[in-house]
């Protein structure tokens, strides 16, 4: 993939359709070329930054979220409507495990809107190794 593509999603902003925004991330990055453990380790962080956003989910509300692929990059932006859910924060625990699957990471409140982004690049492929 040589030229940079951008898909945007909206669904409900409720738990149950974060399924939908997990399987466009995987589509987008395995056709990046990331690895079954790379889809993964941004499957989880995904999750992470929408339940974050989300919390329990705010009825007649979207999540909107902006996925945008380049070479062996995916950067995903998340934003929804904050006002059952206040102020975004992210939990030490949470903070822990996002770092360790992506590269980067943020969350913010943007008048009245609770957004998300994420970064994640995978490694060039390794050269293969003879015994």
């Known amino acids: 993939m040589s030229s940079p593509q951008e898909v ?21 990055a395995s056709r990046v070329g990331f690895s079954l453990d790379e889809v993964d380790d941004l499957r989880l ?32 932006n998340g934003a929804t409507l904050s006002a059952a859910n206040g102020r975004p924060t992210v939990g030490e625990f949470s903070q ?16 009245g809107k609770n957004c998300f982004s994420l970064v994640k690049r995978s490694p060039a492929k390794p050269k293969n190794r003879t015994s």
């Open 45 to 76: 962080a995904l999750d992470e930054l929408c339940f974050t956003a989300i919390g329990r989910g705010l009825d007649n509300e979207e999540l909107e979220l902006r996925y945008s692929t380049s070479a062996r990059t995916l950067s995903i």
């Open 8 to 28: 945007l999603l909206r669904v409900p902003a409720v738990p149950e359709f974060l399924r939908v925004a997990r399987i466009t991330a995987s589509g987008l």
């Open 96 to 111: 822990q495990i996002l770092t360790a699957l992506v590269d980067e990471h943020r969350v913010w409140d943007d008048n």
